[in-house]
């Protein structure tokens, strides 16, 4: 079952509670930690899983902490489908999943990006958030727990606003430049 919820404002603060379990668990590898995925957009409906973006100077002194990662519930994934990453997923004592952490190095920069850009892009952007919300739930479903199905299904939006999202930054971007010659 694809379980989707209203948005929590909880959700926000859950984030700065786990951010602060997990930082002394990646030592000094951790740049950054970031709010990412639905439940970081207000108003969205969401999975209730918190998602959390590490930044680590290099995955593979991530790598050799792991055991300090797991220590604190978290099943170590490694890249899971998704090179340069590292992948770690926590559930709770009745084996619900509460928390993912996707890892990256900064030599992963356009990967990370597009999951901040993402969340950006629907947070500047109410309506779009609300066709997201609206699409999950129609996914939701049509897909009747097929977790596949319903990822795939989304696949298409989210690389439609991650496109937009790219766009507006380069218009950004073009808009404070300046002609010195």
């Known amino acids: 079952m694809i379980r989707l919820t209203e948005h929590d404002p909880t959700w926000a603060t859950d984030f700065l509670h786990e951010s602060e379990r997990v930082r002394p668990a990646f030592g000094v590898v951790l740049i950054a930690l970031h709010h990412i995925g639905s439940t970081a957009v207000p108003g969205t409906l969401a999975k209730p899983i918190i998602d959390l973006l590490a930044i680590v100077s290099d995955v593979h002194l991530l790598d050799a902490r792991a055991t300090h990662i797991t220590a ?9 489908g998704l090179p340069g990453r590292r992948y770690f997923r926590r559930d709770d004592a009745e084996g619900v999943r509460t928390h993912h952490i996707h890892a990256y190095a900064p030599t992963s920069a356009s990967e990370f990006e597009r999951y901040l850009s993402f969340r950006d892009y629907l947070r500047e952007h109410p ?6 919300s609206d699409l999950k739930r129609s996914l939701a479903r049509q897909c009747q727990g097929d977790t596949r199905c319903y990822s795939d299904g989304k696949t298409d939006f989210v690389r439609d606003v991650e496109r937009r999202a790219a766009s507006a930054v380069q218009s950004l971007d073009g808009a404070n430049e300046v002609d010195l010659s």
């Open 72 to 80: 604190l519930g978290y099943e170590v994934m490694g890249e899971f």
């Open 127 to 132: 309506l779009v958030a609300q066709e997201y």
